[in-house]
Nanobody
């Protein structure tokens, strides 16, 4: 069982930055993959970025060049640094962990608006 707690969401102006954090209840080194997904109103949940055991990362096209996923194994935390935010990035962002079973955090709202 893995519990995930997200933080760092909020309201930001277009062009601004936010950093999301996801704290896991167990060592993230034992988790095969951890990632960030988002769900905008009326849309399906979509992958934003994932980091796989060994450190390999993968990004949605919409996130490439603007978002960076990273992890701190000492803190059992995964981060999503989001730069150059756009209104279309507005969504609830969810942390995801897969260690053979799939776990979700409660989500954190990100709103990009002037």
């Amino acid at each position: 069982q893995v519990q995930l707690v997200e933080s760092g969401g909020g309201l930001v102006q277009p062009g601004g930055s936010l950093r999301l954090s996801c704290a896991a209840s167990k060592s993230i080194l034992s988790i095969v993959a951890m990632g960030w997904y988002r769900q905008a109103p009326g849309k399906q949940r979509e992958l934003v970025a994932v980091v796989i055991a060994g450190g390999r990362t993968n990004y949605a096209d919409s996130a490439k060049g603007r978002f960076t996923i990273s992890r701190d194994s000492a803190k059992n935390t995964v981060y999503l640094q989001m730069n150059s935010l756009k209104p279309e990035d507005t969504a609830v962002y969810y942390c995801n962990a897969n260690d053979g079973s799939v776990y979700w955090g409660q989500g954190t709202q990100v709103t990009v608006s002037s």
